[in-house]
Every structure is written in C-alpha cells, then in structure tokens.
C-alpha cells in the first residue's frame, strides 16, 4: 500500500491560479484571505495570474468566474467569501450552475479539517468545489483561518503534482499524461 506522501524525487509542475475574493467590504489592503492563498500559491511554485476582489453578487460572481474558465491560461480558480448563511452569501449559488462535475469530496474534507480548528461552526460553512470546462474551482469561507485550513491541508497536496498516490495535476489538460 502507498503511503500518502510529497514524493521530492518528482518533478513539480507550477500551476496557473486565480484568486476571487467575495466581499461588499474588502479592498486589496484588507483582503488578508484572499492574501493568504496568493502567499501560499506563490510560496508553494505556482503563478497567480489574475486575482480580483467582487461583491457578494451573483452576476458579479459570475460573470468573473465564467471569463476566468474561458482563459485557458487558467488551470485553477480559488474563492474566498461568501459561502456562508447571511442573506449576501451567495457565492454557491453563483457559481455551481457553471459545473459540469461537482467534486463532493471536497467539501468533506475541508469540513474534517475545519472541525479540528472552528468545532461545530464547520456547519455554518458550504465549502465546495468542482469543474467547469477543463478549469477546477475550490470555493471556501473568507476567514483567513479558512483559507488557511484550505491550503495547508488540501491544496498543498491536491495541486502539487508530487503528491502520491495521485494529484489534480494530473486532470489538468495540460498536464495529462505527464503526471500520474
């Protein structure tokens, strides 16, 4: 059996993020989650490519998610915001009717891990991922504690093309067939 592992033997394969804040009050000075997930992208070898910050509005949401799945320079997109119960949370309801696949493990383990750093609040969460056209796109709570949970015990493995037994690199289209 494999142990789940970064193999350093492998090569790494840099991908290409975005990065959507949602947010009716945040600027790039005080976007400290949507910060966070372009530190630890760069940190980690990827390029971010775009990164915007839009209202908590479903057209706005969108309309930004849908220009960035037409871009194929785009391999991933990751949002902070609006994925919670308040009345301008709307962020799933933005962007769900874009999937073509919903990745419903996600959002299981984003819960797992939260619920080891917010207990039960993990509830107040709807977490969630899938893919649209070749893009993936991974929508979590605009908490930096959030996004924090999200990169170091998801995203550093799942978009690291080292990561055994396998990765998402491997489904990106221009990585298949060169990773397993």
């Known amino acids: 059996m494999t142990k789940a592992r970064i193999d350093e033997t492998l090569e790494f394969y840099p991908l290409n993020l975005a990065v959507m804040t949602v947010s009716d009050t945040r600027d790039e000075a005080t976007d400290t989650s949507g910060g966070l997930l372009i530190a630890r ?35 991933v997109i990751l949002t902070t915001g609006g994925t919670g119960f308040s009345p301008r949370d709307v962020t799933p309801e933005a962007i769900r009717p874009l999937f073509s696949r919903e990745m419903d493990g996600f959002s299981t383990v984003f819960h797992h891990v939260s619920l080891g750093t917010v207990g039960i609040s993990t509830l107040q969460s709807r977490a969630f991922a899938g893919q649209a056209g070749e893009t993936f796109i991974f929508c979590v709570p605009g908490s930096t504690g959030a996004c924090r949970d999200a990169w170091d015990h998801v995203f550093a493995f799942e978009l690291n093309s080292r990561y055994r037994p396998c990765s998402l690199v491997g489904q990106i289209e221009r990585y298949r067939g060169i990773c397993p």
Not at 56 to 64: G, K, M, N, Y
């Open 41 to 75: 992208a760069g940190a980690a070898g990827h390029t971010i490519v775009a990164r915007q910050i839009v209202k908590d509005e479903v057209s706005a949401i969108r309309e930004t998610v849908a220009r960035w799945v037409a871009d194929p320079g785009i391999d």
